[in-house]
């Protein structure tokens, strides 16, 4: 046995979730852990731990917690090889149902989000649907709306999603959650197909969900659905009675003609889905959205996808953690589980969560504490994943590990947009493809940076700007957003990405100013700048331009850098000091010397 080979050679048994020693001194450490058991793994005192850190600068205690990097710096001055253990994403567990055994599973009810244009009936439809196939149980039906709520048609649950639309839809999905399991895409019959349709359509494609059509206010004279199917079509989305396979249902949100026949079609698409999880494990989920209640604390709307949410559970999501006080229904009913497919109200965390963060269950308080400790340390220093730039899909594109560059593309005209779609599509290096996932006129809108951060992809902006908080979101969720004014170079940058060559662009940062004073005579003829530094500092390795009125003189490098008597590295401002360039001598007083650096624009 085990334990009694460990107990006859003396080793210690390595603890549960312990890191694992990998062969030749050799360490297979986690992403974070204590400085106290870093050092029993390297069998050194914590003492001689935290000697080695401070050697490289480093300041710890022997409670604090290190990551992989820190640690393998300790562990390379005892001449131990370090690796960082494989780590399986949050939204791992959410899927783990489907690596289960079969006997484990059981049915769950679909997860539906209804998608369209904005006045073409998403909402009428949701509360006819809320109205009708909800048990009224007091005036007013439903006395709390909580993003998400389920329905009961012929025996069978159907869980709808209540978003705004399709930015929302896709907001969560940019954070790693896969929700929705079908799409249901309102079309009105006396409208058609509109903008905000087409971007609709472009974001379920993305997302890789089944697409059920609602064509919609069919009880007025003026509806059209043949019109709406033949603009479907010209959308590669050919309805069953033409021949295809998209499911397209006319309903009316106004008098409930055809909704119970959209909430059959749902149903018997659910059931080809053959849509399973595993009641029995600890509970995995997704936030639909959560709210701070001045009574009752942070609140949030979850939908679990696995396992079962019990009152009791200890939970994380995002950096908030805490533990189930209580749980209610769509109807502010007090229940004590949520099922799989199923939403409720859970309250307890210490802090509200966003929107798409995944929920797990974990052990204990300090678990929940750790874990969300972890992930505030990685969001705080900026270690998190970076959605793709068009620099770095080169690199991956060399790597084999990227074979599609994904696309987001916006102009000011829509001859524009189709002209660059066109040839962005004929654009191929062997098995690398350019896809254009989403194309329109007008700025760059919120919707649109969400979009290209769900799915991977870049946003291409020619001859237009941003719409308010557009270029904020991209830079919180990392998308690059290239801007372009002639096509051709937004096409030759994409075809230099997918033949990797594209060049990486640089931007300068300026790293101090100081103004020249006095002059003074040097040795063999060179002259001496003496300088009052302004702001920043003077660092002697790094570029040098030097101004006069406004105007660039010359561009050089510093060849000696002086306070005094004594050459220095650098010069930070309010500090005088003396300056000998490369090779420029003709500068005079009142010049003013900048200091720069070329930095990676991306």
């Not at 084999?400 to 696309?407: A, I, S």
């Not at 100081?514 to 002059?519: D, H, S, T």
Request: proline share 4%.
């Amino acid at each position: 046995m085990t334990t009694s080979t460990d107990q006859r050679s003396g080793a210690r048994r390595p603890r549960r979730n312990e890191p694992r020693r990998s062969g030749s001194r050799a360490l297979v450490l986690p992403d974070s852990m204590t400085v106290k058991d870093l050092a029993e793994l390297l069998d050194q005192s914590p003492i001689d731990v935290i000697k080695q850190l401070m050697r490289h600068g480093i300041m710890v205690n022997v409670n604090q917690v290190v990551d992989h990097q820190v640690a393998a710096v300790a562990a390379a001055a005892y001449g131990v090889r370090t690796r960082l253990a494989e780590q399986k994403a949050d939204t791992a567990s959410i899927n783990a149902a489907s690596q289960e055994a079969g006997e484990a599973l059981q049915p769950r009810p679909p997860v539906i989000t209804i998608l369209g244009h904005v006045d073409h009936g998403k909402t009428s439809l949701l509360d006819y649907i809320r109205r009708s196939a909800v048990v009224e149980k007091e005036a007013g039906g439903i006395t709390q709306h909580i993003g998400a709520y389920q329905v009961d048609h012929a025996g069978q649950p159907i869980t709808f999603l209540d978003t705004p639309g399709h930015a929302a839809f896709t907001a969560i999905r940019s954070r790693g959650a896969r929700v929705t399991d079908i799409a249901v895409l309102v079309v009105a019959a006396d409208d058609g197909i509109m903008p905000q349709t087409d971007e609709a359509i472009d974001h379920i494609r993305a997302a890789d969900v089944p697409i059920v059509i609602a064509i919609n206010k069919m009880d007025l004279p003026t509806a059209q659905p043949d019109v709406v199917k033949r603009q479907l079509s010209e959308r590669n989305l050919l309805v069953e009675e033409w021949g295809g396979e998209v499911i397209a249902v006319p309903v009316s949100a106004q008098t409930g003609d055809g909704v119970d026949d959209l909430l059959e079609n749902l149903s018997v698409l659910s059931e080809i889905l053959e849509l399973r999880a595993n009641p029995d494990r600890a509970a995995a989920g997704v936030i639909v959205e959560a709210t701070l209640d001045r009574r009752r604390g942070p609140s949030a709307t979850v939908l679990i996808q696995a396992g079962t949410l019990r009152v009791g559970d200890y939970i994380v999501a995002g950096t908030a953690w805490g533990r189930v006080r209580a749980m209610a229904n769509e109807q502010g009913e007090s229940i004590d589980s949520i099922t799989p497919g199923s939403p409720g109200v859970v309250m307890g965390l210490n802090a509200v969560p966003e929107a798409g963060d995944i929920l797990t269950v974990v052990t204990s308080e300090r678990a929940a504490r750790q874990m969300a400790g972890r992930r505030e340390q990685r969001s705080s220093t900026g270690n998190l994943e970076p959605v793709l730039t068009l620099d770095s899909v080169v690199k991956q594109i060399d790597a084999g590990d990227v074979k599609e560059l994904v696309l987001v593309l916006k102009a000011d005209v829509q001859g524009s947009v189709e002209a660059a779609v066109h040839s962005i599509e004929q654009l191929s290096e062997g098995d690398v493809k350019a896809r254009v996932i989403h194309s329109g006129s007008g700025s760059v809108s919120d919707s649109d940076v969400q979009l290209a951060a769900a799915s991977g992809g870049i946003v291409l902006a020619f001859n237009v700007g941003f719409e308010v908080g557009a270029e904020r979101t991209a830079e919180r969720l990392g998308v690059e957003v290239r801007e372009y004014r002639i096509i051709y170079r937004l096409l030759e940058d994409v075809e230099a990405a997918l033949q990797g060559l594209l060049e990486p662009e640089y931007a300068e940062v300026v790293v101090g100013r100081a103004e020249i004073r006095e002059i003074f005579p040097g040795r063999r003829g060179v002259r001496i700048a003496g300088c009052r530094v302004l702001d920043g500092r003077i660092v002697r390795q790094g570029n040098i331009r030097v101004m006069r009125d406004d105007e660039v003189v010359t561009e050089t490098q510093i060849g000696s850098l002086r306070h005094f008597r004594d050459e220095v590295n650098q010069a930070t401002a309010g500090t005088d000091c003396g300056i000998v360039l490369g090779d420029f001598n003709e500068f005079e007083e009142g010049d003013l010397i900048v200091a720069y650096r070329m930095e990676r624009a991306n």
